[in-house]
Nanobody
Framework: QVQLVESGGGLVQAGDSLRLSCAAS????????MGWFRQAPGKEREFVAA????????RYADSVKGRFTISTDNAKITVYLQMNSLNPDDTAVYYC??????????????????WGQGTQVTVSS
């Protein structure tokens, strides 16, 4: 069982930056894949970014490529999502997810086994 806790959400203006954090319950992400998804009101949850805890390979949704960066700390206990040049379309609840079966960096919800509780990001125009 892996417990994930996200933090770092908030209310910002368009053009601002935010960094989200996701900490695992006392274990590292080595051998796992970590992902970030988001869900806007009335919409389905969508993929944002993923990172392999072993190889460091990353994957991004086209809508965030060049603006968002996924990374981990050196201990690979915390995964971050640095979000720059935010716009109102980025408003959503952001969820951290872990795939424990392998470090495959999937972009579908069913690719991941454990989920955090979500953190709200609101971008005003």
């Amino acid at each position: 069982q892996v417990q994930l806790v996200e933090s770092g959400g908030g209310l910002v203006q368009a053009g601002d930056s935010l960094r989200l954090s996701c900490a695992a319950s006392g274990r590292t992400f080595v051998g796992y894949a970590m992902g970030w998804f988001r869900q806007a009101p009335g919409k389905e949850r969508e993929f944002v970014a993923a990172l392999s805890g072993s190889s460091g390979r990353v994957r991004y949704a086209d809508s965030v490529k060049g603006r968002f960066t996924i990374s981990t700390d050196n201990a690979k206990i915390t995964v971050y999502l640095q979000m720059n040049s935010l716009n109102p379309d980025d408003t959503a609840v952001y969820y951290c997810a872990v795939r424990s079966r392998s470090d495959y960096i999937g972009n579908r919800m069913y690719d991941y086994d454990y989920w955090g509780q979500g953190t709200q990001v609101t971008v005003s125009s």
